[in-house]
């Protein structure tokens, strides 16, 4: 009797067990009353990242003065995990370092440091808004042959643009901007192959614009330089380039501006405003199709506004503050009259028209 009763209440619990949800071997019933099980995710582990890599990581840190910035820097951590840091998920060296500081941690002193050269593998470095950051850029960036990206911005890095930025063949982003840079922009720089941006606003670079920068590989990377020192006259040679922008406004440029112009060109944003240049503006050949941005204010260009800004559709556009005569083009869809005030034609010596008065 207890063997049988034993046996039938097993099988019991086994049939109830078959229709249940969490039954085994069966499918949970298909009803509003079914409890839905969450397939558990397995967490993937930290990696530590190559030993030598770590090693730099550390002198870096070291270099820096220990800032609390990078307080999760722990050797007795995976270095993969380390804030700031990015490792190639399958060779686990270090590709990526963005140091950039916050409001909250100020306490960051020191040059970039050389060690930096010794992350062979590494393929965007970045300094920024690093005030308490100073010296010269280290001859060992050079070592970085796979660098793709190079950002030193914001900080008070001084010295020179160092022509050495020229062996690093795979750059495609070249920013230096709000530095204290100083001395003239080495010629070199336009043996870059795949440079896409180059950007040195905002320092205190003196000299001509390199004749070399019309070698650039075309179309020619966006060229920014303004907030500069620069003088001299724009290079014809830049004419030969078609970069999407080209800044090359607050400096002490003279002379004639008008090969950046041209209306098959692709340019999208020009600006060379606050210089001394110097040209005749009725003879510039306007690229219709891809102009958005035209600032030439404070400057002394001279002749009539080209009739074909009329059919440009234009976000930015200014020229005041030079010596242009005649009137404000009409017609087209009023974009000049309708979409800028009288702001971005005052101070010149004879325009007229809307939205200015009327010609005589």
């Known amino acids: 009797m207890f063997c049988r009763a034993t046996i039938a ?21 298909q009803s509003s009353q079914s409890l839905s099980v969450m397939p558990i995710t397995p967490i993937t582990p930290i990696k530590d990242c190559n030993s030598q890599d770590k090693k730099v990581l550390l002198q870096i840190k070291k270099d820096l003065n220990n800032p609390y ?3 999760s820097w722990d050797p007795k951590t995976p270095c993969c995990g380390w804030y700031l840091i990015q490792c190639d998920e399958i060779t686990d060296r270090i590709i990526s370092l963005s140091i950039r500081d ?10 970039i440091p050389p060690s930096v050269g010794d992350l062979p593998y590494l393929q965007s470095l970045s300094f920024h808004r690093l005030p308490y950051l100073t010296g010269p850029i280290p001859p060992t960036i050079a070592k970085l042959k796979n660098l793709k990206y190079l950002f030193i911005e914001y900080t008070n890095v001084s010295g020179p643009v160092p022509p ?10 070249l920013h230096l901007t709000g530095n204290y840079l100083s001395g003239p922009i080495p010629s070199a720089l336009s043996q870059l192959p795949k440079l896409t941006s180059l950007r040195l606003d905002g320092n205190k670079l003196t000299g001509p614009i390199p004749e070399s920068f019309g070698s ?3 179309p020619g990377p966006d060229i920014i330089l303004s907030r500069n020192q620069l003088s001299g006259t724009i290079p014809t040679s830049l ?15 003279v002379g004639d501006a008008s090969v950046l112009f041209g209306s098959k060109k ?8 606050r210089n001394l240049l110097s040209f005749d503006f009725s003879k510039v050949q306007i690229p219709i199709k891809s ?13 009539k506004l080209p009739v074909e800004l009329a059919k440009v559709e234009l976000q930015q556009f200014n020229v005041s503050y030079n010596k242009l005569c005649g009137q404000i083009p009409q017609g087209g869809t009023k974009r000049l009259q309708d979409n800028f005030d009288k702001y971005a034609y005052l101070h010149n010596k004879c325009l007229c028209g809307a939205p200015l008065s009327k010609c005589k």
């Open 102 to 111: 916050s409001p909250v941690f100020t306490n960051l002193t020191g040059h």
């Open 239 to 253: 004419g030969q380039i078609d970069p999407d922008t080209i800044d090359l406004s607050r400096n002490k440029l």
């Open 291 to 303: 102009l958005i941005w035209l600032d030439i204010n404070h400057n002394n260009i001279y002749g």
């Open 164 to 173: 050495f930025l020229a062996q690093l063949k795979n750059l495609i982003l």
């Open 69 to 71: 910035l990078l307080a």
């Open 266 to 273: 692709r340019t999208q944003k020009i600006d060379i405003s």
């Open 9 to 29: 209440l097993t099988l019991t619990l086994l049939s109830l067990l078959s229709l249940s949800p969490l039954g085994f071997g069966s499918s949970p019933p």
């Open 216 to 218: 650039f590989k075309k």
